[in-house]
C-alpha cells in the first residue's frame, strides 16, 4: 500500500506528549494509524467509513 503521500497529524489532546496515536485522513477511501513514537514503524489502514463508525462510537470527553 502506498503510503507516502500521507499528512500525518496528532490530536490537539495530546499536548506535549509522544504517548499517542498519528492519523492520516487525506488518502482516497483509507485512513492511516501510527504510533507517534515510531513513526517508521507499522500502520493499520482503515476504510473510511468503518474509520467514521468507530470515532462516532468513542465516548466524548467533556
Given at each position: 500500500?502506498?503510503?507516502?503521500?500521507?499528512?500525518?497529524?496528532?490530536?490537539?489532546?495530546?499536548?506535549?506528549?509522544?504517548?499517542?496515536?498519528?492519523?492520516?485522513?487525506?488518502?482516497?477511501?483509507?485512513?492511516?494509524?501510527?504510533?507517534?513514537?515510531?513513526?517508521?514503524?507499522?500502520?493499520?489502514?482503515?476504510?473510511?467509513?468503518?474509520w467514521?463508525?468507530?470515532?462516532?462510537?468513542?465516548?466524548?470527553?467533556?
Amino acid at each position: 500500500m502506498e503510503l507516502s503521500g500521507a499528512r500525518w497529524r496528532r490530536s490537539s489532546r495530546s499536548g506535549q506528549s509522544n504517548d499517542c496515536v498519528e492519523v492520516a485522513t487525506n488518502l482516497p477511501g483509507l485512513v492511516g494509524v501510527r504510533d507517534s513514537k515510531d513513526p517508521a514503524g507499522a500502520v493499520l489502514c482503515f476504510g473510511a467509513y468503518n474509520w467514521r463508525v468507530f470515532v462516532a462510537a468513542l465516548p466524548q470527553r467533556r
